[in-house]
């Protein structure tokens, strides 16, 4: 619901790293963004699209790699992966424990960009 | 000629400026001892009724200012400066939450030295609002009984980013099939530390031990 606001922050990190660089275009822009967001791929490039016209970073395509979400078990202390439609019956596959706490699969990351 | 394709490694938050702007707000309202807190909850779960028992509660005690967000309207805002307490109306301008640099705005607009506790009504939705900073120092949502208590399946993040659920509207637990037991063991599954609290902004029920639990987390901040 919100990949505007997002993506103007993806597009403003990205052109600062490419001045910095002495870039001539951005070509691809690789995100790391954790499970637990609910941001739509297709937007976020719509959105890029529209934001980056007249920039070095027009028609640059997103690349999204989702990150895992991962729990510590409030028991045994172990921390394992989890899925997003079972978060409601979070169980520690070690011990059978109920719940724990989040550890990651809250990413927003820009990892890296390829540039010409 | 083809042009060499390079690699750049960025390794950034895409929201670290609005982190860093909410560490600012944080900072700045520690210094002045008041204890900021975003209120979050779906559309009419009873925020503004909260926040309308909550200046009869506080009376007398913590001086309370409100942030109030809204779509596009001033009605919020108005029903709590009506009965004396200094509000600031953010317009979000259709954004579907508040972020840092909005709540500077409100904050900016707001005397902080002669209050106790700003209370931010974040905007009526369970996604967006959790995925943002505000700089708040404690995170509150409302959960009313009518959405029912399947909500921590379909919105993991909002309950694990909470230092404590109001459930409210408990006046209609008769009458539907919520079931408080099992809602209470999705809510600790996903965030051991959030404290739950039965309320009903219609009948008072609970609204002492809310006013319990504000006293007591100012109070604890301001040591
Ligand atoms: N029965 C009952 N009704 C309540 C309770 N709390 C609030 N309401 C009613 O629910 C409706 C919405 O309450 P609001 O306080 O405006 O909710 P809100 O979360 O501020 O709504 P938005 O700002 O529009 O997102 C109003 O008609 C309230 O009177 C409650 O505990 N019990
Ligand atoms: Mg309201
Ligand atoms: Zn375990």
């Given at each position: 619901m919100h990949e505007l606001p997002i993506t103007e922050s993806i597009l403003k990190i990205v052109l600062k790293h490419a001045e910095a660089n002495g870039?001539?275009?951005?070509?691809t822009v690789h995100l790391k963004i954790g499970r637990l967001s609910d941001l739509e791929d297709e937007w976020i490039q719509r959105y890029f699209n529209y934001l980056s016209k007249?920039?070095?970073?027009?028609g640059a395509k997103i690349g999204i790699e989702r990150t895992p979400i991962v729990m510590r078990c409030n028991g045994c202390s172990g921390s394992y992966e989890w899925e997003l439609a079972k978060m409601d019956d979070v169980i520690c596959?070690?011990?059978?424990?109920k719940g724990g706490t989040l550890l990651s699969g809250r990413e927003y990351t820009i990892k890296e960009m390829e540039v010409e | 000629m083809m042009a060499g394709i390079r690699l750049i490694e960025?390794?950034?938050?895409?929201l670290s400026d609005n982190t860093k702007t909410a560490g600012q707000i944080r900072e700045r309202l520690r210094a002045a001892n008041t204890l900021l807190l975003n209120l979050m909850s779906s559309p009419g779960s009873g925020k503004t009724s909260l926040l309308l028992r909550t200046i009869e509660g506080l009376k007398g005690s913590l001086r309370l200012g409100v942030i109030e967000a809204d779509i596009d309207s001033v009605v919020d805002a108005e029903k709590v400066a009506a009965r004396g307490i200094p509000a600031v109306q953010l317009r979000?301008?259709?954004?579907c939450h508040l972020d840092a640099a909005m709540v500077t705005r409100g904050i900016d607009a707001?005397?902080?030295?002669?209050?106790?506790l700003v209370v931010i009504e974040n905007v009526?939705?369970?996604?967006?609002?959790?995925?943002?900073?505000?700089?708040?120092?404690r995170n509150v949502m409302i959960l009313s009984v009518?959405?029912?208590?399947?909500?921590p399946l379909k919105y993991p993040l909002m309950f694990s980013v909470c230092d404590l659920l109001l459930v409210n509207k408990i006046d209609f637990l008769s009458l539907s099939d919520f079931n408080m037991a099992l809602l209470r063991e999705r809510v600790l599954a996903l965030n051991p530390r959030i404290k739950i609290l039965e309320i009903s902004c219609?009948?008072?029920?609970?609204i002492e031990d809310w006013i319990a639990w504000l006293k007591g987390e100012a109070a604890g901040f301001n040591v």
């Amino acid at each position: 619901m919100h990949e505007l606001p997002i993506t103007e922050s993806i597009l403003k990190i990205v052109l600062k790293h490419a001045e910095a660089n002495g870039v001539r275009k951005v070509k691809t822009v690789h995100l790391k963004i954790g499970r637990l967001s609910d941001l739509e791929d297709e937007w976020i490039q719509r959105y890029f699209n529209y934001l980056s016209k007249g920039t070095l970073a027009e028609g640059a395509k997103i690349g999204i790699e989702r990150t895992p979400i991962v729990m510590r078990c409030n028991g045994c202390s172990g921390s394992y992966e989890w899925e997003l439609a079972k978060m409601d019956d979070v169980i520690c596959p070690a011990c059978g424990g109920k719940g724990g706490t989040l550890l990651s699969g809250r990413e927003y990351t820009i990892k890296e960009m390829e540039v010409e | 000629m083809m042009a060499g394709i390079r690699l750049i490694e960025v390794k950034e938050e895409i929201l670290s400026d609005n982190t860093k702007t909410a560490g600012q707000i944080r900072e700045r309202l520690r210094a002045a001892n008041t204890l900021l807190l975003n209120l979050m909850s779906s559309p009419g779960s009873g925020k503004t009724s909260l926040l309308l028992r909550t200046i009869e509660g506080l009376k007398g005690s913590l001086r309370l200012g409100v942030i109030e967000a809204d779509i596009d309207s001033v009605v919020d805002a108005e029903k709590v400066a009506a009965r004396g307490i200094p509000a600031v109306q953010l317009r979000t301008g259709g954004f579907c939450h508040l972020d840092a640099a909005m709540v500077t705005r409100g904050i900016d607009a707001l005397d902080i030295d002669k209050l106790d506790l700003v209370v931010i009504e974040n905007v009526g939705n369970l996604v967006c609002p959790a995925e943002f900073d505000t700089g708040a120092h404690r995170n509150v949502m409302i959960l009313s009984v009518p959405e029912g208590d399947d909500k921590p399946l379909k919105y993991p993040l909002m309950f694990s980013v909470c230092d404590l659920l109001l459930v409210n509207k408990i006046d209609f637990l008769s009458l539907s099939d919520f079931n408080m037991a099992l809602l209470r063991e999705r809510v600790l599954a996903l965030n051991p530390r959030i404290k739950i609290l039965e309320i009903s902004c219609k009948t008072g029920a609970g609204i002492e031990d809310w006013i319990a639990w504000l006293k007591g987390e100012a109070a604890g901040f301001n040591v």
